[in-house]
């Protein structure tokens, strides 16, 4: 079992950054695929970026890439998603997820984290 809590959300104005962290506990999250996505009430959960289990290769959603940046640090078991020139249409609640491979699919991914809420003010 793996355990995620993700944190750093807020409200931020527009153009400003945030970094999101997403800390695992119960498992190393080095043998995952890490991911975050995101979603506003009543929708579906969106991809926005992932990470292999190295680290080694990433991958962003066209609205988020040249902004948005997905890391990782295995020694601290934790996943980083910065933030940066936020808009308001980048509002939404962010999730981590771990899986056992890249994928922008949601059902490829086994543990969740609870969210962490992004409002970007205009």
């Known amino acids: 079992q793996v355990q995620l809590v993700e944190s750093g959300g807020g409200l931020v104005q527009a153009g400003g950054s945030l970094r999101l962290s997403c800390a695992a506990s119960?498992?190393?999250?080095?043998?995952?695929?890490m991911a975050w996505f995101r979603q506003a009430p009543g929708k579906e959960r969106r991809f926005v970026a992932r990470?292999?289990?190295?680290?080694?290769?990433?991958y962003y959603s066209d609205s988020v890439k040249g902004r948005f940046t997905i890391s990782r640090d295995n020694a601290k078991n934790t996943v980083y998603l910065q933030m940066n020139s936020l808009k308001p249409e980048d509002s939404f609640v962010y999730y981590c997820?771990?899986?056992?491979?890249?994928?922008?699919?949601?059902?490829?991914?086994?543990?969740w984290g609870q969210g962490t809420q992004v409002t970007v003010s205009s």
């Open positions: 990470i292999s289990s190295s680290g080694g290769s990433t």
């Open positions: 119960g498992r190393t999250l080095s043998r995952y695929a």
């Open positions: 997820a771990a899986g056992v491979g890249p994928s922008d699919g949601q059902n490829d991914y086994t543990y």
